[in-house]
């Protein structure tokens, strides 16, 4: 094992060599700080630095099984583990973020490349990617997602601000955003898609259940989904539209309906009942248009 002491660490708590290679575990005693080395930390067991540290590395941060931080993990170049990573501050890496297992930082998470894991990854702010994120199961952040490339998730992916791709969105269960969802490409959700702002998309936009925003909702391409589609902007859209396309139950009034305050379309509504309220806010014309 590797145990790292203040006896290792310099004035400015840099180790005592430039990095550590090892087939042993890596730890540390409680209290040390953000313990800094200047080149990469790799082992083929794990990396368990406990309460009150944190690790940071120039180049990359790698470990066979877990990483395990009590404050932050940053690293110059990518975090890889085989298991699980985890941080009661944030993670930053200059490349990309892998896990074999989940991602959970108690701060934000901020990668230059992608961002994987297999199963969640979960955020208490903000989660940026200069790819890609992907995650076997949910992804949850309390601020904002964005990434440079496509947003996939096995299951729910949920963030307290907006959630913006430069490719696709795609989530097994449900997407939810406290205000807008923008993809540059399309946006599919095995259950419901629910945005506080506008919802927009370059292609289509798929739900398994209901279409919600607060604001408008605009496709490049058609809008599918399970039941309604409620917006309080502009509703925009090309080709077909359907809403109440469920096929484990009976289609009711209720899964047909489509609410908008003004619909904007070349297109056509092949399914579902249109009903236009009108009285559209003018910030709401601003941010759809």
């Not at 809403?243 to 579902?272: F, H, M, N, S």
Request: charged share 20%; glycine share 24%.
């Amino acid at each position: 094992m590797v145990h790292i002491t203040k006896k290792d660490l310099d004035k400015d708590n840099y180790y005592k060599d430039n990095g550590i290679n090892t087939d042993e575990f890596i730890t540390c005693d409680e209290n040390l700080g953000y313990i800094k080395f200047k080149k990469s930390v790799i082992t083929t067991k794990s990396i368990k630095f406990g309460f009150g540290c944190g690790i940071e590395a120039g180049n990359g941060i790698e470990a066979g099984y877990g990483i395990e931080a009590g404050y932050g993990i940053n690293a110059g170049c990518g975090i890889r583990a085989g298991n699980g990573i985890e941080a009661g501050y944030g993670i930053r890496a200059g490349c990309g973020i892998r896990a074999g297992c989940g991602i959970e930082a108690g701060c934000g998470i901020n990668a230059g490349c992608g961002i994987r894991a297999g199963n969640g990854i979960e955020a208490g702010y903000g989660i940026r990617a200069g790819y890609g994120i992907r995650a076997g199961c949910g992804i949850e952040a309390g601020c904002g997602i964005n990434a440079g490339n496509g947003i996939e998730a096995g299951y729910e992916i949920n963030a307290g601000d907006g959630i913006e791709a430069g490719y696709g969105i795609r989530a097994g269960c449900g997407i939810r955003a406290g205000c807008g969802i923008r993809a540059g490409c399309g946006i599919n959700a095995g259950n419901g898609i629910e945005a506080g702002y506008e919802i927009n998309a370059g292609d289509g936009i798929e739900a398994g259940y209901g279409i919600n925003a607060g604001y408008g909702i605009e496709a490049g391409y058609g809008i599918r989904a399970g039941c309604g589609i409620r917006c309080k902007g502009i509703l925009k859209f090309s080709y077909q539209l359907f809403a109440g396309t469920y096929i484990w139950r009976a289609t009711t009034k209720k899964d047909l309906i489509i609410e908008c305050g003004k619909l904007e379309t070349d297109g056509k509504i092949v399914l579902g009942n249109l009903k236009e309220i009108g009285n559209i806010p003018e910030k709401m014309q601003k941010i759809i248009k």
